[in-house]
């Protein structure tokens, strides 16, 4: 499913228009996004699941091409877990 198929099955579900979906789609995404830029970032929606900011420290790796060693810098990622309502339904 597309940003803009979510969009459009969001107003159909609320009877809403497309635009007024559109924000509220954004405004989602700005809190999910807000919420993990924080020191221990996390969100959790009850059911569905949780949102989590996890750092992955710096390490060594290998060029799968030329076999030379390289270094990865260390960075955050974002980790998702299904909730027990989201893991049933599918």
Known sequence: ???AEL???M???A???KSAAS???QSFLEGVTKALKKKNG??????FGTFS???HKARKGRNPQ???????KARNVVKFKAGKALKEAI
């Open 15 to 17: 009877s809403i228009s």
């Open 42 to 47: 996390k969100m959790t929606l009850v059911g």
């Open 23 to 25: 924000s509220a789609l």
């Open 53 to 55: 900011k996890v750092r």
């Open 11 to 13: 107003a159909k579900d």
């Open 7 to 9: 969009i459009e099955k």
């Open 1 to 3: 499913m597309t940003k």
């Open 66 to 72: 030329t076999g030379e060693a390289i270094k990865i």
